[in-house]
Each structure stands twice: as C-alpha cells, then as structure tokens.
C-alpha cells in the first residue's frame, strides 16, 4: 500500500524551530512536497524536493533523504501566523496526482 | 501561477438529493483534481478528469456517486449524488502547474457540504 506517516501535533513557542518528519512508503515516487492549511482555508504550497538535500525557502527548509524514504520541513523563527497544518505529500508521478499525509497540526504559542 | 473559482463555498443538502460543485481556473490546465477531506483530516483524491476523456477514480470511488464533467480546458464540476450524512465533508478542486522542474499544486477555497 501507499502511506505516509507524520506526526499529528507539534507545539512550539515564537521565536523557536521546529522540524516535521516525514516518512512515505509509496509504488511511485517523483519528489516530496509540503503544504500548509489555516482553519477553514485551501493548502498553499510551501516546498518541493526531487533530489536528496536541503531547499531553503525565507524562514521554511525541507530535507528529502530518497534512500530513507524520509523527508522533513524545517521551521525557523517561529510566529504565531505559522499555527496550521502542514501536509506532506508524494508526488507519485506524471498524471500530477498527489498522495497526502494525515497532517501535523502546528500551534505556535506566544 | 493559478487561480481557481469554486462555488459554492458551503451547502446543507437533505439525503438523497445531489450537489454540483463548480470549478473555474483562471488559464488552460490539462488535468484537474477532485479532493475530499474531512475536517482536521487528510486530503483523499477523488478523481482526477481531462478533457475530452472520463475522469479517472480512484479505489473507493465510483462515477455512479460522484460524476464529473470536463467540458474544456479551464472548467471542472463534480456532483456528489444521492448524498448521504456520510458524505458531508470539504470538496476541493486542485490543478497543476509546473516552474522551473517544480510542480505546485492550487486548490479551490473548497464547499463545505453538510448532509442531513
């Protein structure tokens, strides 16, 4: 079957960094992406990894490590606008269709 | 970049009655997507349509219950038929865009639909 595992909740306080892992098991596999999802409103895109390593994007990382079948996103510098869900999701191949985890649901506290 | 239109936002629908939910990109796109996801859950694909073709379902779904139209390049619906209380939840419509090797996914805003 196809799955990916994540954590459900992180809470962390401004300022801070936190980092959500990522664990996929999927029959195809172009590359790893991240979304995030305020209450009540449509997943944005945050990042994409094709390769192994790191992508640096203002504030947020990702990490893909293809051998593993790990990736994580990285959040530094914590703010209070960060509180939502974040989703990572397998981009399984040429039709475009995403595979998504169960979501982490990050509340930043002041 | 893509901008999507979906409408409604939000209905309550009586069982056994059918919704059709709109979707209108703002460029030409080949695939759409249908998502469902429940509150606080994940996102599970629906189907996936092209234009001028059936839409593909994925296991769990079938086009008796959930049929969709493709009539051209920037509009999608699907209908969510004789509803049941097990089919409230967040309908979203996604497309596609590639820049620069990086596929980005939009979504709709989404119909929160309420069966009873």
């Known amino acids: 079957g196809q799955s990916l595992e994540q954590p459900s909740e992180v809470t962390a306080v401004e300022g801070a960094i936190v980092q959500i892992n990522c664990t996929y098991q999927?029959?195809?596999?172009?590359?790893l992406s991240w979304y995030q999802q305020h209450d009540g409103g449509a997943p944005t895109f945050l990042s994409y990894n094709a390769l192994d390593g790191l992508e640096e994007t203002g504030r947020f990382s990702s990490f893909l490590s293809r051998s593993d079948s790990y990736g994580y996103l990285l959040l530094q510098e914590l703010q209070m606008k960060d509180s939502a869900s974040y989703f990572c999701?397998?981009?399984?191949?040429?039709?475009?269709?995403?595979?998504f985890g169960k979501g982490t649901k990050l509340s930043v506290k002041p | 970049s893509a901008v999507i239109s979906q409408k409604p936002s939000r209905d309550i629908c009586q069982r056994g009655t059918s919704l059709t939910i709109q979707c209108q990109v703002d460029s030409q796109v080949t695939m759409m997507f249908w998502y469902r996801q429940q509150p606080g859950q994940s996102l599970t694909l629906i189907a996936t349509a092209n234009q001028g073709s059936e839409a593909t379902y994925e296991s769990g779904f079938v086009i008796d219950k959930f049929p969709i139209s493709r009539p051209n390049l920037t509009f999608s619906t699907l209908t969510v038929s004789n509803m049941s209380p097990e089919d409230s939840s967040i309908y979203l419509c996604?497309?596609?865009?590639?820049?620069?090797?990086?596929?980005?996914?939009?979504f709709g805003q989404g119909t929160r639909l309420t069966v009873v």
């Open positions: 996604s497309v596609e865009t590639w820049d620069r090797g990086r596929p980005e996914a939009f």
């Open positions: 999701a397998v981009h399984g191949g040429s039709q475009g269709n995403l595979i």
């Open positions: 999927t029959s195809g596999f172009y590359g």
